[in-house]
């Protein structure tokens, strides 16, 4: 599966480091962060699985949203980063 994942950490003392390290470690190793406090990862963990693990280091004032998302896309990126997201991601 592919999942997109964003985050918003508002509390202070923010746990960034654990929440960057949990979403990798959700991965099957490819991911790719192009976007500020959002990942796209593939895994094969479910979407609750991949929640679980990030959501352990959020503060009750802090947000999260982790959607499984389709090979039909689109966006304003690079050729390089397309390259990356089908080749790695999508593939």
Excluded: H
């Excluded at 280091?57 to 689109?74: C, G, M, P, T, W």
């Amino acid at each position: 599966m592919v999942y997109m994942i964003t985050y918003d950490l508002n509390d202070p003392g923010q746990k960034y480091e654990d929440v960057i390290k949990a979403i990798k470690d959700s991965s099957t190793g490819d991911w790719c962060s192009y976007w500020k406090s959002s990942y796209l990862i593939k895994s094969n963990l479910t979407v609750n699985q991949v929640s679980d693990k990030i959501t352990q280091y959020l503060d009750k004032n802090d947000r999260l949203i982790a959607i499984e998302v389709s090979d039909n896309k689109q966006g304003w990126l690079t050729e390089k980063q397309w390259k990356y997201i089908n080749d790695n991601i999508f593939n």
